[in-house]
């Protein structure tokens, strides 16, 4: 499976299977189509071999500080969990960050996500603390941070 | 009433109003903290006399199109509306975007927004066309651009 660019013509496919991903769980607000179209050169998907999504990563770089990436968002299809390509796809935005320039990356997540805080940790994230209603009442966060080496 | 640049610690302050300007919708996982922490250079904030949030603007320079800029999220307190004032952050973004090389910017909203796209067409922005499902399922965009003369 190879790593391409996110494109806007993804939108409507990863859109379609995050819902699932996520038990059905509505995520469009989250993750709305400028993502796409404005941060392509570091959004990627994977697709597998039978040309449907396995993977996709979501971000970008931090226009308030020039040392910054941050992810967005990543999602994994669930019969293509435990094949490290969440960790593959993590590696390939490090690396273009650093092609930037930028040499730490950021990341949040639910706190109640134990698996999302166990991957990090194992790429090399430090969770720095627990923001309370980071993004918005009741809505707490990890805030990892990883310097690029 | 100051423009000033949005800040992360404006975050609390502006969700916590957003949410009751819009009707009571969960507005939170549309504008995650990320915006405020990332996109401060072109992101602003204009508080009233009495200290409280009147106006914001979120927006971001494209990372994919270095002629284009992009206009995120725009919200005005309903005892300021008629005051001009979403003009004026519009108008300071373009200022912003146009100093840092852009020749357009876009935005988009829901066509049954009928007050958001009368407002665009004022401010000089082309409607393109009307996407359909292109911020996910049933979830329609006026596709607005704007030359910056």
């Known amino acids: 499976m190879q790593i391409r660019h996110a494109e806007p013509a993804d939108y409507g496919r990863v859109i379609g299977r995050v819902n699932a991903w996520w038990g059905g769980r509505e995520m469009a607000p989250m993750l709305p189509r400028l993502f796409f179209v404005h941060f392509e050169g570091t959004s990627y998907v994977l697709d597998d071999e039978d040309g449907q999504l396995a993977a996709f990563l979501i971000g970008f770089l931090s226009q308030t500080d020039p040392e910054e990436a941050y992810v967005h968002f990543v999602g994994v299809a669930p019969e293509h969990r435990g094949e490290g390509l969440g960790r593959r796809l993590y590696e390939r935005f490090f690396e273009d960050a650093r092609g930037h ?10 706190p109640a996500n134990e698996e999302s805080v166990a991957f990090h940790k194992a790429l090399g994230f ?13 809505e707490d966060r990890v805030l990892f941070v990883k310097p690029l080496g």
Chains 1, 2 share one sequence.
């Open 101 to 110: 320039g930028r040499t730490r990356v950021r990341s949040v997540t639910s």
């Open 126 to 138: 430090e969770a720095e603390r627990v923001a309370h209603d980071y993004d918005g009442p009741g």
